[in-house]
Each structure stands twice: as C-alpha cells, then as structure tokens.
C-alpha cells in the first residue's frame, strides 16, 4: 500500500500545472540563443581578416629586422637570397606555399623596401626610414625606389598566391 501512494506522489510532482509546454518561453529562449550564436559568428568572421591583415604585417617587420642585421653585419642592405644565404632569414621552402613577402634594395644597398600580401588581398610595405607596416597604395613613394617597381612587387605577389 505504500508503494502505490509514493508513486502517485512523485508523478504529481514532475507533472507541470497546466500539463503543457511554455511556448513563450520556449521562443523568448530560441531568440535568445539565436541572437548569442548570431554575435558569434558575426565575431569570428570579421576577426579572421585582422588576424590575416596582422600576419601580412609582421611578416613585414621580420623582413625588415633581417635586412637591418644585414646593414650591421654586411655594411648594406641585401636582396632575399642575400639575406637568406646570411642566414638572417631561414631558407624558404616551397611546401608551405607562396611567399607573402618580397624586398629590394635601393642602389648599393642604400634602402630597401619589403611589400607584404594578406591572404585578404591587402599589401603592406615597410622601409627603411618607414618601421611599422603601412597600407600600400598604388600613389605610395617610398623613397628608396619607383612607385611602379614596388607596384611590380604587390603584382608578383598576387600572381604568386592566385597560382597555389
């Protein structure tokens, strides 16, 4: 006789006063859930193309560190291979795919100037007299060569990613 009365009471308990599901709440949660899932996504897609901008620009400042260990060192600036075969860059290696980056020099090694390409499309240049990355126009000067070699640079650069 016990048994049958603890019974009752336990389905009396889980069961809700009105026997129905809440459907205002249901949908105020759905809302809720859809609006936290939607700020989210929103969030990561716009944080890629920073996270993409922002390695075009370290890749910039590295290159140009490099070329400044080889004024100190070598007494000029230096080509990539120079500065590779000085082992002021690690060798390139064609498996982890297109360069992102390119350099040159001025005459005798006087400047240089590396450009930059973001998997975005976005090109940054650095300079000599120009440290921290900056966003490359086609009107840019730079001081150390022609706007159209450093354009001829950006191009390569694009030509190279499009055909990996």
Known sequence: MLRPLHRESLLIALR???????ATAALVGLGIMTAVGGVAATSMSSLVPLAHDSAARQNATQIATAQGLARIMDGRFTDLDGLETGGYLPAYRAATGPRRFDTMTGPGGTCFVVVSRSATGAHFFVTDLI?????LFSDVTTGCIDAGTVQAMAERLDVAAAGY
Not at 131 to 135: D, K, L, M, Q, T
């Open 16 to 22: 809700s006063e009105t026997g129905v599901i809440n």
């Open 131 to 135: 440290p921290a990355p900056e966003p």
